[in-house]
């Protein structure tokens, strides 16, 4: 049976159940045209104005155009984004602080290497300091930069130094985190910047707040606390479920009570609990990027991305979801009741009407975490008729920038040196990041990621994959090493020589910091010119849902990367929108956006932004290969 397959029956069953689910409210919920083409202003009680650029009036009452409507929207999307990933940062680095000072027990700093690492970035010297006392200054280095007035965003200079010169000519270099939402929001208010390219221009420099500030500092810190992950063989699908075990599943996407909950599973007292209430044990399996944070540092089964989490309710077997914030629906409440489980969301930001809510706190961490549990136990034995699916699939995940390089060149050769001499030799053709969100309304009813990222890896282009785009991909069997199987020659010899899929799982929603990373090190290895926006790489988001996801193209863009969306693109009707987000932003950035929903066109389009990079680099000539005996190279010492 396919994920799709399994995504109908699942829909089928929760509809006997009396469950409405995202899967059966889209058909009935149009888009609204206005919305989609980012044609509505209102940013002030003389409207809402409906203007579009080829019909009906030409401006709103204040006399705003169709492209500056458009920019304002298109940027309020970008801070909302930047925003959530950054206030995830923030959740994180709190909670850091808290276990430097032993504030937060179950909490410790599991990656000391990686803690030197950050603290060089930071300025900071770590000879002859204690762990506890470097830690420390790392988490108020890391805290300083939401609030930052003046300066750089100090993680942004781990960007290559032509990229940072192209930011530094365009202005704009990012400052202070919380600084650039702010004045995205203040510029886009009515009556402030009402030049569309202006605005856009400071929806580029939040976005890199994002990208190279929250992001960077939530992936580094969270490394740093529950350790850097690497590669690992887990399960997902639905079928991960344990009719036998009591079922907690985790979704949303900060990874601090979860964590507590993975140590928590294993506590011979409340396994003692557990099998007193006729379980086997206690299974934990995630959802989202809940999900992708608990699989690539332990191995904790998947049971699916966005769209599965109203249908693993539907399996009846779920005792207990803890759901903390980002991309949890609210419908979620309404199938719970259709069951014996709990909802409990655990956030302080995020609450549901009529779901208990248990709130999380680091110093209490544990507790909340027993908590849970037990409520998850005493609900094992009110269960009704349960019905998992069978299938599973196999999966290899916890590829980040560390783990690419101790894979290519061992622990003390590690280097991105091969997978340059691969591309250059043209066995692999380029590199692809697919990432985002899964949506009932994108192309291919489901199974677009996987037919996207097919053609793309038969094309020899390597894939890196995070979010929810990377689960769908894990469904689809693409991210187990056999999956060079269906990769073109070149690709499918790299990856069976070093041991990898032609698909990486990346990480979560914040590690799209993780291909930054890794674009940068290629760009520093040397061999593919001297910037991100010279190497043969482009980026999509086929199936995006989330504000997240523009914020996170608009920084791979900014980063020199160019990015498609599928699905829509809000404002892309408007001509001078268009421009501006296309030859414009390539002007300055050595990038742009494109618009494509179809996933088989989507490929045809990243595989010829890879190819144009290749033959600007004039890795489209053949290259002889020549030895050099002694003699060449004494020549070459002269």
């Known amino acids: 049976m396919s994920s799709n397959d399994l995504n109908r029956a699942m829909f089928e069953k929760a509809l006997r159940d009396g469950a409405s689910t995202a899967l059966s409210r889209v058909k009935t919920v149009k888009p609204c045209p206005t919305g989609v083409a980012g044609a509505c202003c209102r940013m002030c009680s003389m409207g809402p104005c409906r203007v579009f650029e080829d019909k009906g009036p030409k401006a709103g009452v204040c006399g705003a155009t169709a492209e500056t409507i458009a920019a304002r929207n298109f940027c309020r999307m970008i801070a909302a984004g930047t925003a959530a990933h950054s206030d995830h940062a923030r959740e994180v680095v709190n909670t850091f602080l808290k276990a430097c000072d032993g504030q937060a027990p179950g909490f410790a700093i599991r990656d000391e290497a990686k803690l030197r690492t950050v603290a060089r970035v930071f300025g900071l010297e770590w000879q002859g300091k204690s762990t506890d006392e470097l830690a420390r200054q790392v988490g108020e280095a890391a805290k300083a930069e939401f609030g930052r007035q003046d300066g750089d965003c100090l993680p942004a200079n781990l960007a290559p130094v032509r990229r940072r010169e192209a930011w530094r000519r365009a202005g704009v270099f990012p400052r202070g985190i919380d600084r650039e939402v702010v004045e995205t929001l203040h510029r886009t208010q009515m009556g402030v910047d009402q030049d569309a390219w202006s605005l856009m221009l400071q929806a580029t420099r939040c976005a890199l707040a994002d990208g190279w500030g929250g992001s960077m500092i939530a992936t580094a810190l969270q490394d740093i606390l529950f350790g850097t992950p690497r590669p690992l063989r887990a399960k997902v699908n639905v079928g991960v479920l344990r009719e036998d075990q009591v079922n907690v599943v985790v979704h949303g996407h900060e990874p601090l009570l979860p964590e507590i909950l993975v140590a928590l599973a294993r506590d011979p007292e409340l396994l003692d609990e557990a099998r007193a209430a006729g379980a086997s044990g206690i299974n934990l399996a995630g959802i989202c990027c809940s999900a992708n944070e608990l699989l690539m540092r332990h191995g904790v089964p998947v049971a699916g991305s966005f769209l599965q989490q109203e249908l693993a309710i539907a399996t009846g077997a779920v005792d207990l979801m803890a759901v903390d914030g980002q991309c949890v629906m609210q419908g979620l409440a309404e199938v719970a009741r259709c069951y014996h489980m709990q909802l409990v969301t655990t956030s302080s930001r995020a609450r549901l009407p009529g779901v208990e809510h248990v709130e999380f706190h680091p110093e209490t961490a544990l507790e909340t975490g027993r908590e849970l549990l037990r409520r998850a136990i005493a609900n094992f034995p009110r269960r009704g008729k349960v019905a998992i699916p069978k299938e599973t699939m196999d999966l290899v995940a916890g590829f980040g920038h560390e783990s690419i390089e101790y894979i290519l060149g061992g622990r003390y050769r590690a280097s991105y040196r091969p997978l340059v001499d691969n591309i250059v030799n043209g ?85 799209n910091s993780r291909l930054l990373a890794a674009t940068s090190a290629l760009a520093c290895e040397g061999g593919l010119g001297e910037d991100i926006a010279d190497i043969p790489v482009a980026g999509c988001a086929p199936e995006w849902m989330s504000e997240k996801a523009l914020a996170i193209g608009q920084y791979f863009v900014a980063s020199g990367i160019p990015v498609g969306l599928g699905v829509n693109f809000p404002g892309w009707e408007n001509k001078a929108f268009r421009h501006i987000m296309t030859e414009q932003l390539e002007g300055v950035t050595g990038a742009g956006w494109f618009f494509e929903p179809d996933p088989e066109r989507m490929a045809d389009r990243l595989t010829a932004i890879i190819d144009a990079r290749r033959r600007a680099l004039g890795l489209d000539r053949g290259r002889e290969r020549v030895l050099f005996d002694m003699e060449m190279r004494r020549k070459l010492d002269v």
Request: charged fraction near 20%; aromatic fraction near 0%.
């Open 427 to 511: 066995r692999i053709r380029g590199i692809a990041g697919v990432v985002g969100c899964s949506n009932p309304r994108a192309a291919g009813g489901g199974d677009g990621h996987s037919e996207l990222v097919r053609k793309l890896i038969a094309n020899n282009v390597l894939v890196l994959a995070t979010g929810c785009a990377a689960i769908s991909l894990a469904r689809d069997g693409l991210l187990r090493p056999e999956a060079a199987s269906e990769a073109g020659p070149g690709l499918a010899e790299v990856c069976e020589a070093v041991g990898i899929p032609p698909v990486l799982h990346c990480g979560a929603c914040v590690d």
